[in-house]
């Protein structure tokens, strides 16, 4: 009872190709009507309500929004915690990571199951003791040696990263990556003298790079993308973050479509960059960490 | 003869002992090796989650304002928050909020990736198209959103014009708000859950299909009885995932509607937030904290089992 019948199969495959452009209509529309008003003088948000694409096109406004709500100093800030944080969570995941898969010492498995144990825990969680451990940080922020007497860490780039040093999913990742590769490897480098750093540095990391580039990516857009911590911590002008100052100027000029959706798009594109040069390694990396499950 | 056997044994046992002797101080430098890797992970971990997580559950039982000492009051802020109403408004929000979202969400999902599985032109272009923003900030989409929802100059609502429908006040009156922040956090996260999708699906057994085929299952019949059970687990993943995802919202409702109209869409952490850092009310919102991170653990620790078991 195999059904060949060319008419359905091709009714099929239409209705197949119609909802998959439906979807994609679904997002690309959208896209493409963000698109339009970030080109959209500003004037013609009231002079023409109601209509999608603009009458006259204004590249303009992308350096306005860079200069007039200071998109560009957040800009820096974010990309400069991005990176910072994005570096330290790395090294300190492909060293733990390679302590916990390769080198046997005393309490392993407590500590590896330890660090599962703080990835369900919401960032919610800790944030009230972090800010007051932030504030009564010694001899910062005009504190004295018992911390007392100033704002500590708050409102400061150090207290900014403070909760992007570590991310106990990188050390997991990183460690199950390094469980899969063949102890020989190490072995010949250890007859030569080598010692485990030189395993970690010189051979098992360099064959590593997917799980590198996936927890390198997922570190940058924790850091870029991060909201609540930089809402709490930030008062100065200068200090905020990207999300932080477009919500900032959202809320002081809720009509300024145009200078918003470039802001917008802007605060995207090193997300969506990264997103696109590691894509190969990171759709892989999302099905196979979600198949473990 | 006999002596030199004597000294060969012996000197084995000597070049034994030594090697030993050798591999336990190799063994313990490598310990050593071990902890040093480990060691600045572990520090910072314990400065910035561990502590932190006890003091919650420490700063939980007192009263704080961040200017005096905190006050000892026992079970004082749990009693008192469960008979808060704007906190149970709270937990009814963020779970209308979940219910509404992870089920709906799951299922298009699927279909999405159901829809993009098939050879076409254009397949990986239409992945990375629904897959983009959720590389991008919930502030940024929240940013988009807002636009989208403009009573005035937003498409949707230009388009339900032209359609001769009056406007809809998509974010500002009290029933639309949540159903909106609903469908724009489908919107963002449906990418992330298709991707996932599409790899289980990919890891069914094309040959089952096959077989039931030729024994005259239909491709519904098909679907329904074989790919549903195959990725049951890749399921109660996402639907775990996700409803841990969604109990935390808070971005969307602090950019979109700042938590109204009349609390429509309060959420949990947006009670929480206020509470801290508005009105530094830090006890009452570790108390908050300490709850929601048992909802949080307990949905985590059933989804484990749930999931193991079905694979099982």
């Not at chain 1, 144990?117 to 940080?137: D, H, R």
Request: glycine share 8%; net charge neutral; charged share 10%.
């Amino acid at each position: 009872m195999h059904h060949h019948n060319p008419a359905r199969r091709l009714l099929k495959s239409v209705l197949f190709q119609a909802g998959a452009l439906l979807l994609i209509g679904m997002y690309l529309v959208p896209m493409l009507f963000i698109f339009a008003m970030s080109l959209r003088p500003s004037q013609e948000v009231f002079s023409r309500p109601g209509t999608l694409l603009p009458e006259n096109v204004r590249a303009a406004n992308y350096p306005d929004a860079v200069q007039s709500a200071d998109f560009g100093r957040f800009f820096i800030n974010s990309l400069g915690l991005s990176v910072i944080g994005t570096v330290l969570q790395v090294v300190l995941s492909c060293l733990a990571g390679y302590a916990l898969a390769r080198i046997p010492f005393r309490g392993r498995n407590l500590l590896f199951l330890s660090i599962i144990g703080l990835l369900i825990i919401p960032p919610q969680i800790t944030m009230i003791p972090l800010f007051i451990l932030a504030k009564f940080v010694p001899l910062a922020g005009g504190n004295d040696a018992f911390g007392q007497g100033g704002i500590g860490l708050l409102d400061s780039y150090p207290g900014l990263l403070l909760p992007h040093l570590i991310n106990p999913l990188g050390i997991f990742l990183m460690r199950q990556f390094y469980l899969s590769l063949p102890e020989e490897l190490a072995d010949a480098v250890r007859v030569d003298g080598g010692t485990d750093w030189t395993v970690l540095w010189r051979i098992f990391t360099p064959l590593s790079k997917p799980a590198v580039v996936i927890v390198a990516i997922f570190s940058f857009q924790g850091v870029w993308n991060d909201f609540l911590w930089p809402l709490i911590i930030t008062q100065r002008n200068e200090l905020k973050t990207l999300q932080l100052g477009l919500t900032v100027f959202f809320q002081e000029n809720t009509t300024e479509w145009p200078l918003l959706m470039a802001g917008v798009l802007m605060a995207s594109v090193p997300v969506i960059l990264l997103f696109l040069l590691a894509q190969k390694f990171f759709v892989t990396g999302v099905g196979a960490g979600a198949l473990k499950g | 003869m006999q002596d030199q056997t004597l000294t060969s044994v012996l000197s084995r046992r000597w070049l034994g002992w030594l090697q030993g002797a050798e591999r336990g101080v190799l063994t313990k430098r490598r310990a050593r090796t071990g902890y040093a890797f480990i060691a600045p992970a572990v520090l910072i971990l314990v400065v910035t989650n561990l502590i932190p997580l006890l003091a919650t559950l420490y700063l939980s039982f007192t009263e704080y304002d961040l200017l005096s000492p905190p006050q000892w009051v026992g079970l004082g802020q749990y009693e008192s928050l469960f008979q808060d109403t704007d906190f149970r408004n709270a937990i009814g929000q963020t779970l209308y909020f979940t219910v509404a979202q992870v089920p709906l969400g799951t299922a298009i999902a699927l279909l999405a990736a159901l829809l993009l599985n098939r050879d076409m032109a254009g397949r990986t272009a239409y992945r990375t198209i629904v897959y983009l923003p959720q590389a991008t900030s919930y502030v940024v989409i929240a940013l988009i959103w807002v636009f989208l929802y403009d009573p005035i100059n937003g498409p949707l609502n230009i388009f339900l014009t032209s359609m001769g429908g009056g406007p809809v006040y998509w974010l500002t009156d009290e029933r639309m708000a949540m159903p909106s922040l609903v469908i724009m956090s489908i919107w963002r996260n449906l990418g992330y859950y298709m991707v996932i999708y599409l790899a289980a699906l990919q890891s069914v057994p094309q040959e089952l299909h096959e077989a039931a085929a030729i024994d005259g299952a239909s491709a519904f019949g098909r679907f329904l009885h074989i790919t549903i059970p195959l990725i049951a687990p890749v399921t109660a993943f996402i639907v775990v995932t996700w409803t841990i995802g969604a109990l935390q919202m808070f971005t969307q409702a602090y950019v979109m509607t700042g938590g109204g109209p009349v609390g429509t869409t309060t959420t949990i952490v947006f009670r929480l937030y206020e509470e801290a850092f508005l009105f530094l009310q830090l006890g009452r919102a570790s108390a908050m904290a300490m709850l929601f991170l048992i909802a949080v653990a307990a949905l985590g620790l059933l989804g484990r089992r749930f999931i193991a078991g079905k694979e099982a």
